[in-house]
């Protein structure tokens, strides 16, 4: 993409995805190949069995728990480097 000219891109992190294994690995590889661009990051998809209804539309049970996950992620990837992986993993 930086070869077309690509300065800038939307991704989106996914707190039903963040209860899989190896999830912040996963995060982690995902924002540093994004390094090099402009990213803006949306948060999505709710955890089947943290949503009112089993779907990843719904909205969550508790929303200061997806409040939570974003406001780590917001710690972990901010600015240009990645904060200490402490922060997300005492928040998740």
């Keep these: ?3 077309l000219g690509v300065k800038h891109l939307r991704t989106g992190l996914s707190w039903a995805d963040s209860f ?3 999830a912040l690995e996963w995060f982690d590889r995902q924002m540093e190949a994004l390094a090099d661009f402009d990213v ?3 948060f999505c998809f709710t ?3 943290r949503g009112i209804a089993p779907h ?3 909205p969550p049970q508790v929303k200061e728990e997806f409040a939570e996950f974003c406001g780590a992620m917001i710690r972990r990837y901010a600015g240009s480097t990645r904060a200490a992986p402490e922060l997300l993993e005492s928040a998740v």
């Design 47 to 49: 955890p089947e069995h």
């Design 56 to 58: 990843h539309t719904s």
């Design 1 to 3: 993409m930086k070869r």
């Design 40 to 42: 803006t990051v949306t």
């Design 20 to 22: 899989r294994p190896n």
